[in-house]
Protein backbone atom coordinates (compact mmCIF):
# COMPACT_ATOMS: atom_id res chain seq x y z
CA UNK A 1 0.00 0.00 0.00
CA UNK A 2 1.82 3.27 -1.24
CA UNK A 3 1.17 6.43 1.10
CA UNK A 4 1.40 9.97 -0.46
CA UNK A 5 2.13 12.79 1.98
CA UNK A 6 -0.66 15.77 0.92
CA UNK A 7 2.12 18.45 1.73
CA UNK A 8 5.95 19.10 2.22
CA UNK A 9 5.10 19.20 6.20
CA UNK A 10 3.65 15.59 6.55
CA UNK A 11 6.91 13.95 5.19
CA UNK A 12 8.27 12.04 8.10
CA UNK A 13 12.33 13.01 9.22
CA UNK A 14 15.43 11.24 7.83
CA UNK A 15 16.09 8.51 10.90
CA UNK A 16 19.62 9.13 11.96
CA UNK A 17 21.35 5.60 11.38
CA UNK A 18 24.61 6.84 13.65
CA UNK A 19 22.33 6.76 16.98
CA UNK A 20 19.98 3.47 16.01
CA UNK A 21 22.96 1.25 15.22
CA UNK A 22 21.64 -1.90 13.70
CA UNK A 23 17.54 -0.94 13.65
CA UNK A 24 15.50 -1.73 10.90
CA UNK A 25 15.48 0.85 7.93
CA UNK A 26 12.16 2.99 8.20
CA UNK A 27 9.40 2.11 5.75
CA UNK A 28 9.65 5.54 3.93
CA UNK A 29 13.16 6.93 2.72
CA UNK A 30 13.13 10.63 2.66
CA UNK A 31 15.59 12.56 0.59
CA UNK A 32 16.73 16.31 -0.50
CA UNK A 33 17.74 16.11 -4.27
CA UNK A 34 18.87 19.59 -6.48
CA UNK A 35 16.00 20.16 -8.39
CA UNK A 36 18.37 20.45 -11.71
CA UNK A 37 18.24 16.38 -11.54
CA UNK A 38 14.83 16.39 -11.83
CA UNK A 39 14.49 15.54 -15.64
CA UNK A 40 17.58 12.71 -15.42
CA UNK A 41 15.84 11.61 -12.56
CA UNK A 42 12.76 11.13 -14.41
CA UNK A 43 14.24 9.90 -17.56
CA UNK A 44 15.93 7.38 -15.69
CA UNK A 45 12.93 5.95 -13.95
CA UNK A 46 10.97 5.66 -17.23
CA UNK A 47 13.89 3.75 -19.15
CA UNK A 48 13.05 1.49 -15.98
CA UNK A 49 9.13 1.18 -16.69
CA UNK A 50 7.96 3.34 -14.10
CA UNK A 51 4.47 5.28 -14.70
CA UNK A 52 4.14 8.99 -13.93
CA UNK A 53 1.81 10.82 -12.05
CA UNK A 54 1.47 14.70 -11.05
CA UNK A 55 -0.12 14.67 -7.32
CA UNK A 56 -0.29 18.53 -5.99
CA UNK A 57 2.99 20.00 -4.47
CA UNK A 58 5.18 17.42 -6.63
CA UNK A 59 6.82 17.61 -9.85
CA UNK A 60 6.13 14.07 -10.29
CA UNK A 61 5.00 10.89 -8.39
CA UNK A 62 6.55 7.61 -10.52
CA UNK A 63 5.44 3.97 -9.53
CA UNK A 64 6.48 0.27 -10.71
CA UNK A 65 5.04 -2.45 -9.40
CA UNK A 66 4.89 -2.11 -6.07
CA UNK A 67 7.93 0.88 -5.53
CA UNK A 68 6.87 3.98 -5.54
CA UNK A 69 9.41 7.03 -5.77
CA UNK A 70 7.78 10.58 -5.72
CA UNK A 71 9.96 14.19 -5.91
CA UNK A 72 8.35 17.29 -4.33
CA UNK A 73 8.58 21.03 -5.57
CA UNK A 74 10.46 21.47 -2.49
CA UNK A 75 13.09 18.98 -4.06
CA UNK A 76 12.10 16.45 -0.96
CA UNK A 77 12.81 12.92 -2.59
CA UNK A 78 10.58 9.83 -1.07
CA UNK A 79 11.09 6.49 -1.78
CA UNK A 80 8.61 3.54 -0.23
CA UNK A 81 7.68 -0.07 -1.42
CA UNK A 82 8.95 -3.69 -2.24
CA UNK A 83 12.58 -3.49 -3.47
CA UNK A 84 13.25 0.32 -1.71
CA UNK A 85 17.08 -0.25 -0.05
CA UNK A 86 17.84 -2.56 -3.67
CA UNK A 87 17.00 0.79 -5.41
CA UNK A 88 18.64 2.82 -3.22
CA UNK A 89 21.61 1.35 -3.18
CA UNK A 90 21.94 0.44 -6.26
CA UNK A 91 20.25 3.88 -8.67
CA UNK A 92 19.79 6.40 -6.19
CA UNK A 93 22.96 6.63 -4.63
CA UNK A 94 25.38 5.95 -7.12
CA UNK A 95 23.63 8.01 -9.67
CA UNK A 96 21.42 10.93 -7.86
CA UNK A 97 22.08 11.42 -4.37
CA UNK A 98 25.49 10.97 -4.81
CA UNK A 99 26.41 9.53 -1.27
CA UNK A 100 26.26 6.23 0.78
CA UNK A 101 24.32 7.86 4.20
CA UNK A 102 21.71 4.97 3.82
CA UNK A 103 23.45 2.20 2.99
CA UNK A 104 26.39 2.58 4.51
CA UNK A 105 26.21 4.27 7.51
CA UNK A 106 29.05 5.40 9.53
CA UNK A 107 28.64 3.78 12.03
CA UNK A 108 29.64 0.30 10.36
CA UNK A 109 32.89 1.99 8.61
CA UNK A 110 36.66 1.96 9.94
CA UNK A 111 37.93 5.47 9.81
CA UNK A 112 41.51 4.66 10.80
CA UNK A 113 43.55 5.65 7.80
CA UNK A 114 45.09 3.11 5.98
CA UNK A 115 45.58 2.02 2.38
CA UNK A 116 42.90 -0.20 0.36
CA UNK A 117 43.93 -2.54 -2.42
CA UNK A 118 41.49 -4.38 -5.20
CA UNK A 119 41.82 -5.84 -8.95
CA UNK A 120 39.60 -6.06 -11.91
CA UNK A 121 39.82 -7.49 -15.18
CA UNK A 122 40.91 -10.87 -13.31
CA UNK A 123 37.47 -13.09 -14.69
CA UNK A 124 37.69 -10.75 -18.18
CA UNK A 125 39.46 -12.66 -21.05
CA UNK A 126 40.13 -9.86 -23.48
CA UNK A 127 41.88 -6.65 -21.99
CA UNK A 128 44.29 -5.82 -18.83
CA UNK A 129 44.66 -6.71 -15.20
CA UNK A 130 44.31 -3.41 -13.31
CA UNK A 131 44.99 -3.65 -9.80
CA UNK A 132 44.41 0.18 -7.85
CA UNK A 133 45.38 1.03 -4.40
CA UNK A 134 44.46 4.03 -2.59
CA UNK A 135 45.01 5.77 0.95
CA UNK A 136 42.70 7.88 2.94
CA UNK A 137 42.50 9.01 6.39
CA UNK A 138 39.69 9.49 8.20
CA UNK A 139 38.30 12.87 7.31
CA UNK A 140 38.88 11.38 3.47
CA UNK A 141 36.78 8.29 4.29
CA UNK A 142 34.12 10.76 4.69
CA UNK A 143 34.64 12.91 1.96
CA UNK A 144 34.66 9.41 -0.08
CA UNK A 145 31.27 8.61 1.06
CA UNK A 146 29.89 12.29 0.33
CA UNK A 147 31.33 11.25 -3.75
CA UNK A 148 29.39 8.39 -3.88
CA UNK A 149 32.08 5.70 -3.18
CA UNK A 150 30.81 1.95 -3.14
CA UNK A 151 32.05 -1.50 -4.52
CA UNK A 152 32.32 -1.11 -8.29
CA UNK A 153 29.95 -3.56 -9.37
CA UNK A 154 27.24 -1.86 -7.70
CA UNK A 155 27.73 1.27 -10.47
CA UNK A 156 27.31 1.10 -14.21
CA UNK A 157 30.71 1.91 -16.32
CA UNK A 158 29.55 5.93 -16.42
CA UNK A 159 29.70 6.17 -13.10
CA UNK A 160 32.66 4.43 -12.04
CA UNK A 161 34.95 6.98 -14.62
CA UNK A 162 33.17 10.00 -12.61
CA UNK A 163 33.66 8.86 -9.57
CA UNK A 164 37.04 7.19 -10.50
CA UNK A 165 37.96 10.65 -11.49
CA UNK A 166 37.07 12.43 -8.01
CA UNK A 167 38.84 9.82 -6.16
CA UNK A 168 42.05 10.07 -8.42
CA UNK A 169 42.06 14.20 -7.95
CA UNK A 170 41.59 13.85 -4.06
CA UNK A 171 43.73 10.91 -3.08
CA UNK A 172 47.04 8.76 -2.93
CA UNK A 173 46.58 6.19 -5.41
CA UNK A 174 48.38 3.58 -7.35
CA UNK A 175 47.73 1.52 -9.76
CA UNK A 176 49.33 -1.49 -11.90
CA UNK A 177 47.71 -2.23 -15.74
CA UNK A 178 49.25 -5.38 -17.30
CA UNK A 179 48.15 -5.96 -20.71
CA UNK A 180 47.85 -8.82 -22.25
CA UNK A 181 51.36 -9.06 -23.67
CA UNK A 182 52.85 -8.39 -20.46
CA UNK A 183 50.18 -9.97 -18.64
CA UNK A 184 50.77 -13.81 -20.62
CA UNK A 185 55.20 -13.04 -19.93
CA UNK A 186 54.23 -12.97 -16.32
CA UNK A 187 51.71 -15.33 -16.11
CA UNK A 188 54.32 -18.06 -17.83
CA UNK A 189 56.58 -17.35 -15.23
CA UNK A 190 54.00 -17.71 -12.01
CA UNK A 191 52.07 -20.48 -13.65
CA UNK A 192 49.46 -19.88 -11.35
CA UNK A 193 46.70 -16.40 -11.08
CA UNK A 194 46.47 -16.17 -7.50
CA UNK A 195 50.56 -15.88 -7.10
CA UNK A 196 50.59 -12.71 -9.97
CA UNK A 197 47.86 -11.38 -8.14
CA UNK A 198 49.68 -11.04 -4.92
CA UNK A 199 52.98 -10.04 -6.67
CA UNK A 200 50.02 -7.11 -8.38
CA UNK A 201 48.73 -6.19 -4.98
CA UNK A 202 52.59 -6.13 -3.33
CA UNK A 203 53.16 -3.79 -5.80
CA UNK A 204 50.67 -1.49 -5.21
CA UNK A 205 51.42 -1.40 -1.66
CA UNK A 206 54.80 -0.66 -2.27
CA UNK A 207 54.00 2.00 -4.13
CA UNK A 208 51.93 3.64 -1.96
CA UNK A 209 53.29 3.22 1.27
CA UNK A 210 56.27 5.01 -0.51
CA UNK A 211 53.69 7.64 -1.15
CA UNK A 212 52.36 8.04 2.13
CA UNK A 213 53.92 5.85 4.66
CA UNK A 214 51.29 4.49 5.91
CA UNK A 215 51.71 1.18 7.22
CA UNK A 216 48.15 -0.21 7.27
CA UNK A 217 46.44 -1.98 4.87
CA UNK A 218 43.25 -3.79 3.98
CA UNK A 219 42.68 -6.58 0.67
CA UNK A 220 40.19 -8.17 -0.36
CA UNK A 221 41.00 -11.31 -0.05
CA UNK A 222 41.35 -13.67 -2.96
CA UNK A 223 43.45 -16.84 -1.77
CA UNK A 224 45.30 -18.15 1.16
CA UNK A 225 46.50 -15.23 3.43
CA UNK A 226 50.24 -16.75 2.96
CA UNK A 227 50.04 -15.90 -0.72
CA UNK A 228 49.86 -12.34 -0.49
CA UNK A 229 52.39 -12.12 2.64
CA UNK A 230 54.98 -14.33 1.15
CA UNK A 231 54.59 -11.39 -1.64
CA UNK A 232 54.62 -8.93 0.73
CA UNK A 233 57.80 -10.39 2.35
CA UNK A 234 59.80 -10.53 -0.85
CA UNK A 235 59.53 -6.83 -1.42
CA UNK A 236 60.79 -6.83 2.20
CA UNK A 237 57.64 -4.33 3.56
CA UNK A 238 56.71 -4.06 6.98
CA UNK A 239 53.35 -3.51 6.62
CA UNK A 240 50.48 -4.49 9.39
CA UNK A 241 48.19 -6.91 6.19
CA UNK A 242 44.41 -7.15 6.63
CA UNK A 243 43.01 -9.66 3.97
CA UNK A 244 38.59 -10.06 4.31
CA UNK A 245 36.61 -11.01 1.94
CA UNK A 246 34.06 -8.69 0.74
CA UNK A 247 37.02 -5.97 1.09
CA UNK A 248 34.93 -3.31 -1.05
CA UNK A 249 32.19 -2.85 2.29
CA UNK A 250 35.44 -1.00 3.38
CA UNK A 251 35.22 2.93 1.55
CA UNK A 252 39.06 2.72 0.63
CA UNK A 253 39.08 -0.91 -1.07
CA UNK A 254 35.69 -0.21 -2.39
CA UNK A 255 37.63 3.14 -3.77
CA UNK A 256 40.77 1.27 -5.35
CA UNK A 257 38.10 -1.21 -7.01
CA UNK A 258 36.59 1.84 -8.84
CA UNK A 259 40.09 3.01 -10.22
CA UNK A 260 40.72 0.09 -11.04
CA UNK A 261 37.57 -0.85 -13.11
CA UNK A 262 37.60 2.50 -14.59
CA UNK A 263 41.29 1.49 -16.05
CA UNK A 264 40.34 -1.65 -17.01
CA UNK A 265 37.16 -0.51 -19.18
CA UNK A 266 39.89 2.03 -20.52
CA UNK A 267 42.42 -1.02 -21.24
CA UNK A 268 39.82 -2.85 -22.95
CA UNK A 269 39.09 -0.66 -25.40
CA UNK A 270 42.55 0.45 -26.02
CA UNK A 271 43.29 -3.40 -26.50
CA UNK A 272 40.74 -3.45 -29.29
CA UNK A 273 41.38 -0.15 -30.86
CA UNK A 274 44.42 -1.71 -33.10
CA UNK A 275 42.26 -4.04 -34.68
CA UNK A 276 39.07 -1.62 -34.61
CA UNK A 277 36.93 -3.98 -32.59
CA UNK A 278 34.84 -3.64 -29.43
CA UNK A 279 35.96 -5.99 -27.06
CA UNK A 280 33.34 -7.84 -24.90
CA UNK A 281 33.90 -8.27 -21.06
CA UNK A 282 33.68 -11.33 -19.35
CA UNK A 283 34.49 -14.66 -20.93
CA UNK A 284 30.46 -15.63 -22.44
CA UNK A 285 29.42 -15.98 -25.97
CA UNK A 286 30.46 -12.35 -26.96
CA UNK A 287 33.66 -13.36 -26.36
CA UNK A 288 33.76 -16.36 -28.08
CA UNK A 289 32.57 -15.33 -31.18
CA UNK A 290 34.67 -12.10 -31.12
CA UNK A 291 38.06 -14.37 -30.63
CA UNK A 292 37.33 -16.22 -33.50
CA UNK A 293 36.68 -13.59 -35.39
CA UNK A 294 39.89 -12.39 -34.56
CA UNK A 295 41.55 -15.23 -35.00
CA UNK A 296 39.80 -15.75 -38.83
CA UNK A 297 41.30 -12.49 -39.66
CA UNK A 298 44.34 -12.22 -38.02
CA UNK A 299 45.71 -15.59 -37.24
CA UNK A 300 46.11 -17.14 -33.83
CA UNK A 301 48.65 -14.80 -32.43
CA UNK A 302 46.67 -12.26 -31.99
CA UNK A 303 45.44 -13.65 -29.46
CA UNK A 304 48.86 -13.06 -27.38
CA UNK A 305 48.20 -9.07 -27.60
CA UNK A 306 44.39 -9.10 -26.83
CA UNK A 307 43.71 -12.04 -24.18
CA UNK A 308 44.60 -13.84 -21.30
CA UNK A 309 45.80 -16.74 -22.87
CA UNK A 310 45.50 -19.03 -19.66
CA UNK A 311 41.79 -19.10 -19.90
CA UNK A 312 40.23 -22.19 -21.10
CA UNK A 313 38.46 -19.96 -23.49
CA UNK A 314 41.50 -19.66 -25.90
CA UNK A 315 41.19 -23.53 -26.68
CA UNK A 316 37.51 -23.25 -27.25
CA UNK A 317 38.50 -20.41 -29.59
CA UNK A 318 40.77 -21.97 -31.66
CA UNK A 319 39.22 -25.47 -31.50
CA UNK A 320 36.49 -23.67 -33.89
CA UNK A 321 37.73 -20.78 -34.97
Not at 258 to 269: C, E, N, P, Q, V
Amino acid sequence: MYQHYASEENLPNKIDFDTIGGMEKPATFVATIDLNLADKLREDLASRGFKFEKPPYTVFSAKKEKLSCTLYTSGKLTVQGKGKDEFIEFYLEPEILGNLSYTHPEINVDFTPHIGIDEAGKGDFFGPLCIAGVYADGEGIKEMMQIGVKDSKALSDETVHKVAKKIKDRFPYSLIMLFPAKYNELYANFQNLNRLLAWGHATAIAELVEKTKCKDVLIDQFADESVVENAVKRKNLEINLNQKTKGEQDPIVAAASIIARSAFLDGLKKTGAPWSIELPKGAGAPVLTAGKSLVRTHGQEILKQVAKLHFKTTQEILGNA
